[in-house]
């Protein structure tokens, strides 16, 4: 089974449109949550952390829910420039290692 | 800004050659790693490493090497390539002491072997 698990897509939105993504991780030791977008060809990059609350930073929101072991993106207010990949990462405490989801594709039609 | 660079940036190389991959930090980090992406798989962990000359084997080491001599450096060697290993690959550091330290990423190196 695989340590995080996400839909691939891909996910075909309108301008000003909401869209959610989520993830599932398999380890219950794992501790800490990571989105991160990645434009094609390019590096990943940081979009936001999660924590235990949940958190909102512009137009994103990320929440955890531990019980069921998953985590979620919301994207509201959709721009063409939110168009990418968005990486779901679970870093676990024991190995301090970070496990990369697949990716989910979002593209963003005018 | 601190930041992680990665030589080259493309290479194409032919079956059986030995190939090196640098990567490079500015931002002072202890930990680095090597990712290999291809399409639809994700990003795959090659090694790590948590300080100079500590080593750790990640999900698909075989076939590469690595080598930390400086805190700052962490290079990837494939001994004898193979066109199964053409991918773009991925430096990254981060650093210890937070669990939400999270990585930094290098530009990537692609890389064909033909």
């Known amino acids: 089974r695989k340590e995080v698990e996400q839909d691939p897509g891909p996910f075909n939105v309108p301008e000003g449109a909401t869209v959610a993504f989520n993830c599932t991780y398999s380890n219950s030791a794992s501790q800490s949550f990571f989105w991160y977008r990645q434009d094609c060809r390019k590096e990943p990059k940081l979009l936001m952390s999660v924590y235990s609350s949940g958190n909102e930073d512009g137009r994103f929101t990320a929440q955890l829910n531990r019980a069921s072991q998953y985590i979620s993106l919301l994207i509201r207010d959709s721009k063409l420039s939110d168009s990418a990949t968005y990486l779901c990462?679970?870093?676990?405490?024991?190995?301090?290692?970070?496990?990369f989801g697949t990716g989910t594709s979002l593209t963003v039609i005018p | 800004d601190a930041d992680v660079t990665q030589t080259p940036r493309n290479r194409i190389t032919k079956t059986g050659k030995r190939i090196m991959l640098e990567c490079s930090q500015t931002k002072g980090h202890d930990r680095m790693y090597w990712y290999r992406q291809d399409p639809g798989l994700g990003l795959q962990l090659i090694y790590y490493s948590f300080d100079v000359k500590d080593i750790n084997k990640g999900e698909i080491s075989d076939g590469y090497s690595v080598s930390r001599q400086a805190q700052a450096k962490f290079s990837l060697s494939l001994e004898s390539a193979i066109p199964n290993q053409t991918a773009l690959y991925f430096c990254?550091?981060?650093?210890?002491?937070?669990?939400?330290?999270?990585?930094?990423f290098g530009p990537g190196t692609r890389l064909t072997v033909l």
């Open positions: 990254a550091t981060s650093q210890s002491g937070s669990l939400y330290n999270e990585q930094f």
């Open positions: 990462v679970v870093k676990t405490n024991t190995g301090n290692q970070f496990y």
